[in-house]
């Protein structure tokens, strides 16, 4: 348990129904009630039992600053297993800064990013995987992110490395006792089974693995890169899934420069939407700095939109451009349908997984491409609530214990002695333990809840 009492503004900056501030720690009680009054004479807020919630009034120096609501958990039973006050006041910036100022004045430190939700991981309520789920439900910008989230938080990850770790403590117990203590008769370990063993916790940490990417398309979104050549109407399609005009228009080729990016909502996954500089060869050094980060977007998506003019025939560089899109998640769009055809699409067909005609100039978002996109993308994306690794510190520690198993089956294969395949498979765990955090230093602890807002 931590001695110090810490207090934060756990609500976000900027004018708001109400604010509040969450104080934790063994002296929460006696901090609060130097800044808040009952309003009903007699009751006490060192009284008040956990879950219960007191009306009164915020008080500084003896002056009352405003009406307050504190809301009372007493340790274990509280988001940090400690005892907690959470004070509410009116959502003004002023008033709820100077109702932490006087938490300070009472004795309460300033609680680093994090600090809540570390305490909790500390007292051993949440994992480190649970602690990370907390962040990813801040951060989810999308109903998907947001479910996804809650699985995580819920255990569904924690759960899945706990299947793995289950098996390779077994199979580490079983090789210990067979090698330490020949004489006890213990079974002996046939090839076959460590093989299996070790396969099946390889297998699990292979499809966790598989899925990491398509996890980022839950949490943050489909990377989508709208492409082509200079004029074909990629603007104009950004702005027409956008619904507002962001990218600049113009008839003039070689209009958009910089990527021009915007986020737009599809049936609860959000598309991460960039629009490029047209493709072509030039000598404008401008220009071409602008394509080269065309290349880049196009080269980083999950989701590649090609569009082509309809009106015109294909050209070299439309079709440079479709050979690049196969094998890729990618959408042929061909716009100015509204004008006479005469792009032979047939020619680039099979380098994509669909093909649309759209005219970006009429109104709202084309039911074929919404269509098409949706389709495409629902293959990708995996079941939110499903077992999914987060972030790149879960990917890398998940990656090692992998790793580890595909040495302990090289071991096994290679007929090593058991002691050989033993030494990886603690290696296994310790990536594994390191993920959860029951065995993490301080210093992935430390880089974990960096990453926090200050009041989580
Ligand atoms: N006002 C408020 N809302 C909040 C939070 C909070 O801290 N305060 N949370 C976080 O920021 C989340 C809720 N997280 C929490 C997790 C555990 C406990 C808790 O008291 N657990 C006890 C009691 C359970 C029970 O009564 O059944 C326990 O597990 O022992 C409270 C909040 C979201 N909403
Ligand atoms: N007729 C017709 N014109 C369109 C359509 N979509 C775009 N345009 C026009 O085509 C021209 C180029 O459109 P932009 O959206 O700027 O094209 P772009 O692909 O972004 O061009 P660059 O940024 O130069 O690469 C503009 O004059 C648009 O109004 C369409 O569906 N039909
Ligand atoms: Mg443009």
Redesign the pocket.
């Known amino acids: 348990m931590q001695q110090s009492t810490i207090a934060a503004i756990a609500t976000a900056p900027g004018q708001a129904g109400i604010s509040c501030v969450?104080i934790s720690g063994p002296s929460a009680y006696r901090v609060a009630q130097e800044v808040f009054r009952p309003a009903r004479a007699g009751r006490r807020l060192e009284d008040a039992k956990g879950?219960t919630a007191l009306y009164g009034f915020f008080e500084r120096r003896g002056r009352r600053m405003d009406e307050a609501v504190a809301?009372c958990?007493r340790a274990?039973?509280?988001?940090t297993g400690e005892d907690v006050v959470?004070l509410s006041v009116h959502g003004g910036e002023a008033v709820v800064r100077e109702l932490l100022a006087a938490c300070y004045e009472a004795g309460a430190a300033p609680a680093a990013a994090g600090e809540f939700t570390r305490r909790a991981f500390l007292n051993g309520?949440i994992s480190l995987t649970q602690a990370e789920a907390v962040m990813e439900m801040i951060e989810a910008t999308g109903a998907d992110g947001a479910r996804a989230a809650a699985a995580a938080m819920e255990g569904a990850l924690y759960r899945r490395i706990q299947q793995v770790t289950g098996i390779l403590t077994a199979l580490a117990g079983h090789i210990a006792a067979y090698t330490d203590y020949p004489e006890e008769d213990v079974e002996e370990l046939s090839a076959e089974r460590l093989r299996q063993a070790l396969e099946t916790a390889r297998k699990d940490l292979k499809e966790l693995l598989d899925g990491y990417e398509g996890g980022s398309i839950l949490r943050r979104g489909v990377r989508t890169a709208i492409v082509g050549s200079p004029n074909v109407g990629k603007s104009t399609l950004l702005n027409l899934m956008s619904g507002y005009e962001k990218a600049i228009v113009t008839p003039i080729a070689g209009t958009t420069r910089d990527v021009v990016e915007e986020d737009v909502s599809l049936g609860g996954t959000t598309l991460l939407l960039a629009d490029t500089a047209g493709l072509r060869e030039t000598d404008d050094p401008v220009e071409a700095e602008g394509i080269r980060r065309s290349n880049r977007k196009m080269e980083e998506a999950n989701l590649i939109l090609a569009v082509f003019d309809a009106s015109q025939p294909l050209s070299p560089d439309d079709l440079a451009l479709a050979a690049r899109c196969r094998g890729r998640l990618a959408i042929a769009v061909f716009n100015k349908a509204d004008l006479p055809p005469r792009a032979d699409a047939a020619g680039v067909e099979d380098c994509f997984k669909r093909l649309v005609r759209i005219s970006a100039r009429e109104e709202g978002f084309s039911d074929a491409l919404r269509g098409a996109i949706l389709d495409l993308i629902a293959a990708e994306k995996p079941d939110p609530d499903a077992a999914l690794l987060a972030n790149e510190r879960q990917r890398a520690a998940a990656a090692r214990a992998k790793q580890a198993l595909d040495d302990a089956l090289d071991a096994a294969e290679a007929g090593f002695a058991l002691d050989a395949v033993s030494v990886c498979v603690d290696d296994a765990l310790d990536a594994l333990y390191e993920l959860t955090g029951e065995n993490a230093s301080d210093a992935v602890i430390d880089e974990v809840f960096s990453k926090f807002c200050v009041g989580k």
């Open positions: 969450r879950y809301l958990f274990p039973k509280s988001y959470e309520r």
